[in-house]
């Protein structure tokens, strides 16, 4: 996003800068024939200058953007890198407000299935440490051929062999440990209610999280939305205020003010599209789409 919002600057710098040169030419026309005064001239030429040298900013941020992504996609800084999609695709203009899914449930997050997880590893720990205080009974048996000879005959099927088989059953019965049982226990026991209450609050983090996110980007939508109607009245008024201009019933002063309050309407948009952008990411992250 940060490569698109740039380059979409750059290419819109672009677009004012060959608007503006054309301004300047028209007026320097008409300067010559006597029509304007200079100062109209040097307001288009200041106006220009400005545009040039923010152009030649946002070429340099647009760059380090670029590269900034191929470092963090594992990509060759030095290849061509080239982006399909545009900021143009990302507007907001036939999106809708966002509700929360109803059926959207914190477990979803991650980091809740992680102490779901250690929570039942401690119910297990605890019943492990409680398993201690169980009698416990043990069964064995052994069986044994002897062949008591005092040849190494032992493979001889003739000779006889002495079997001696016993089975036995070992009851251990705890009495007293020390409390040292009992303290693991107890221990095992406060550790599982620090997770369940670790999921508790994890539980009203997310939904405070995903409240405050979808509002978030309720906002940003519709500032957005406000944003391009503004954009658009800014186009309007300079378009109205150029034919005038032409006509000579306008001042360069009535130009130079409604480019510059487009070119701001410009910068506002883009702004406000970036941030909507960013609003749906947060919003994604928050309910555990990724």
């Known amino acids: 996003y940060s490569c698109l919002v740039t380059d979409r600057n750059r290419r819109t710098l672009q677009q004012n800068v060959k608007q503006v040169e054309q301004n300047l030419y028209e007026t320097r026309q008409r300067y010559q024939n006597g029509m304007v005064e200079e100062l109209d001239v040097d307001r288009q030429r200041l106006t220009l200058q400005n545009l040039q040298n923010q152009l030649s900013k946002v070429t340099r941020e647009t760059r380090i953007a670029r590269r900034l992504l191929k470092f963090q996609m594992g990509y060759p800084i030095n290849d061509t890198l080239v982006l399909n999609e545009s900021l143009q695709t990302q507007l907001p203009s036939t999106k809708e407000q966002k509700q929360v899914p109803k059926d959207f449930k914190p477990e979803q997050r991650l980091r809740y299935q992680e102490l779901a997880v250690r929570e039942r590893l401690a119910v297990l720990d605890k019943k492990r440490y409680q398993a201690a205080y169980l009698p416990k009974l043990d069964a064995f048996a052994t069986h044994l051929q002897l062949a008591q000879r005092d040849n190494f005959n032992f493979l001889e099927g003739s000779e006889p ?125 928050a309910l555990g789409d990724y």
Do not use: H, M
């Open 161 to 285: 062999w002495f079997p001696s088989t016993y089975a036995g059953l070992s009851l251990s019965v705890p009495i007293f440990s020390g409390f040292q049982k009992s303290a693991r226990v107890q221990k095992a026991k406060i550790d599982l209610k620090k997770i369940q209450n670790q999921q508790d609050a994890l539980q009203q983090q997310i939904r405070l999280q995903v409240s405050r996110s979808r509002r978030t980007y309720n906002n940003a939508l519709e500032r957005a939305r406000k944003q391009q109607q503004n954009l658009d009245l800014a186009r309007k008024i300079y378009d109205q205020s150029k034919v005038k201009y032409e006509e000579g019933v306008g001042s360069s002063l009535e130009l130079t003010t409604a480019q510059n309050q487009l070119f701001e309407a410009q910068t506002a948009y883009i702004n406000a599209v970036q941030d909507y952008l960013v609003a749906e990411i947060d919003l994604k992250k």
